[in-house]
Nanobody, 115 residues
Framework: QVQLVESGGGLVQAGGSLRLSCVAS????????MGWYRQAPGKQRELAAAIISDGSTNYADSVKGRFTISRDNAKNTVYLQMNSLKPEDTAVYYCKLTALLRAYWGQGTQVTVSS
């Protein structure tokens, strides 16, 4: 059973920064694609950023230049550094692990950006 535990969410003023972390309890972390998704109230869950096993990254247009995704395979951890936060970044942020044709989700962490 793969478990993902997110942390680092909270309340921040617009223009501020937060760093999210997601720790995975699995031996297949190094070959997995890791993603950060977010879901705002009343909206569908959307991809914010993803990183594949070779370190290549992909970002939603809305976060390009402000968010950075990274991974530490030795720690089974993926990070999302979020800078220049905007009120529209307010959402629950979820970590997703995809590997061997299966996907697993974390429980989510709330990020609230005040104007």
């Amino acid at each position: 059973q793969v478990q993902l535990v997110e942390s680092g969410g909270g309340l921040v003023q617009a223009g501020g920064s937060l760093r999210l972390s997601c720790v995975a309890s699995t031996s297949i972390f190094s070959i997995a694609t890791m993603g950060w998704y977010r879901q705002a109230p009343g909206k569908q869950r959307e991809l914010a950023a993803a990183i594949i096993s070779d370190g290549s990254t992909n970002y939603a247009d809305s976060v390009k230049g402000r968010f950075t995704i990274s991974r530490d395979n030795a720690k089974n951890t993926v990070y999302l550094q979020m800078n220049s936060l905007k009120p529209e970044d307010t959402a629950v942020y979820y970590c997703k692990l995809t590997a061997l044709l299966r996907a697993y989700w974390g429980q989510g962490t709330q990020v609230t950006v005040s104007s």
